[in-house]
Every structure is written in structure tokens, then in C-alpha cells.
């Protein structure tokens, strides 16, 4: 038997197989199962692109690697921290001027 003719359905089978899940499930358990099919589809599309961002982010940092950030010396930190307090009391006296 050939699996290709079990894969095109038509219309008629596919009314058959609704009514069906309608009569064993009831119309009232229909939406809960459709949510839970919907959730569990977004779950694992969620998790595939997650698992394919990871492959792809762990491959490109194999082929470039980051370039190391310039340490900052004490005596530059000190004078920048300086700098920001003069501008924030600046700031602050010229609000209330």
C-alpha cells in the first residue's frame, strides 16, 4: 500500500475523524484540548529556536572571539567619578536658580 494515499485526505474523511473527537470528547472539552495542544506547539517552537539561537551564538563566538575591554586605571576612575559630581551639583543649582 502506498503511504502517500494515507496522507491526502479529503474532506469527507476529515468531517468523519471531527465528528468523531466531537462525540468522544464532548463540546465542552474541545477548547481545553485545543489550548493544550496550542501551548505544547508554542512550547516546543519556543524551545527549538532557543536550542538554534545557542548552536548559532556558540559557533560564531568559536570563529571571533570578543575583544578584551580596556582596564581602566585608578587615577581614571577617580578623576571620571569626580567629574560626574561636579555636573550632577551643577545641574542640581541650576534647577534651583
Not at 18 to 40: H, N, S
Not at 52 to 71: D, G, H, I
Not at 86 to 93: F, L
Amino acid at each position: 500500500m502506498n503511504t502517500y494515499m494515507l496522507a491526502m485526505l479529503g474532506w469527507t474523511e476529515i468531517a468523519v475523524i471531527v465528528f468523531v473527537v466531537l462525540l468522544l470528547f464532548g463540546a465542552k472539552k474541545l477548547p481545553e484540548l485545543a489550548r493544550g495542544m496550542g501551548k505544547g506547539i508554542r512550547e516546543f517552537k519556543r524551545a527549538s529556536s532557543d536550542i538554534q539561537y545557542e548552536l548559532e551564538s556558540s559557533q560564531y563566538e568559536e570563529e571571533k572571539p570578543r575583544p578584551r575591554r580596556r582596564k581602566e586605571k585608578p587615577a581614571e576612575a577617580a578623576e571620571a567619578e569626580v567629574e560626574n559630581k561636579e555636573t550632577k551639583a551643577e545641574s542640581s543649582r541650576e534647577s534651583k536658580a
